[in-house]
């Protein structure tokens, strides 16, 4: 493995493991439901594709990236539709803003 493809593994390793740490901080320190989702949906998704880039990567054989890619793809198509949905569940059953929230887009429907 040469000098570049290492030092590229690395920095997508280190890039997964920030947003992955970030991800985490924010779903154990964000005030409220919302705002944790959406804290673990993007910044969960970006360091878990980040990582499974970095495994493909490393791997050095063509059909484990191309699974790894495939991974990403799944994680970028459906982590934004699961959060969507989770937030319209816990709207319908009353969970509601922090109390500081500047702006309630959901609250005439």
Known sequence: ???V???AIAVLMLAG???ALSASIGVVRLPDLY???HAASKAGTVGSGLLL???GF???EVAVFARA???VVFLLLTAPVAAHLLAKAARDTGHRLWEFSVR???EGR
């Open 1 to 3: 493995m040469g000098y």
């Open 53 to 55: 880039l970095a495994a």
């Open 58 to 60: 490393s791997s050095g």
């Open 69 to 71: 890619a495939v991974g």
């Open 5 to 7: 493809l290492a030092t």
């Open 104 to 106: 309630d887009d959901m």
């Open 35 to 37: 705002s944790r989702m």
């Open 17 to 19: 493991a920030f947003f």
